[in-house]
């Protein structure tokens, strides 16, 4: 189930479903179409290469410390870095950008879902320094383009609060079509 509003999440993260829109509709969204020859992104690969940034699709090259520092600097908690391996070596869809002066990870965004119908895109993160110059747009849309050249057209990710308005120009959505989200929690579990 997909979110209306805000329910008590870790962190309080809404829900939002991506909706791709291919019909004519009164809700105040931009349209999205996908080409299966060159997307159409805000900023264009060459454009990120000619600031230096290199955009990677695997974990080679990837270090998870430096991954970890930046999850930490946006305020998600420090996580095991054997654990990260572990997610990304599940996850289906991966983007990560590096910035070739350092050679350290400065945006990144994952997906994982059943391959076919749902996708969750997850840890969208940007480092502070890189924050506002379009590297969260520019993986987010990527990420979005290859779940939707793969058929995948059930997109969704958690969200802070805070940061909902990033997401509604890319096609995201609160509560579409009155869907509520719930997740698990041990502490209300019944014995």
Do not use: C
């Not at 600097?73 to 420090?78: C, E, H, I, R, T």
């Not at 779940?147 to 802070?160: D, M, P, R, V």
């Amino acid at each position: 189930m997909l979110l209306h509003g805000t329910l008590p999440l870790p962190l309080r993260s809404p829900l939002l479903r991506f909706q791709s829109l291919t019909t004519t509709t009164h809700h105040p969204l931009r349209k999205f179409s996908v080409s299966a020859s060159q997307p159409s992104y805000a900023i264009s690969d060459e454009e990120l290469q000619s600031r230096g940034f290199i955009l990677r699709r695997t974990i080679e090259q990837l270090n998870l410390d430096h991954l970890n520092s930046v999850f930490v600097a946006v305020g998600f908690p420090k996580r095991d870095t054997d654990k990260i391996r572990i997610a990304l070596e599940h996850t289906d869809s991966l983007l990560w950008v590096e910035y070739e002066t350092t050679k350290r990870p400065v945006a990144f965004a994952r997906a994982t879902g059943d391959g076919v119908f749902n996708a969750i895109i997850w840890d969208v993160v940007v480092d502070p320094n890189f924050q506002g110059i379009g590297l969260g747009k520019a993986v987010i849309e990527r990420v979005v383009e290859e779940l939707l050249s793969k058929g995948i057209t059930n997109i969704a990710l958690y969200s802070e609060p805070r940061v909902l308005g990033f997401y509604r120009p890319l096609g995201f959505v609160s509560d579409p079509d009155g869907i509520r989200g719930m997740v698990y929690s041990r502490k209300n579990k019944k014995n």
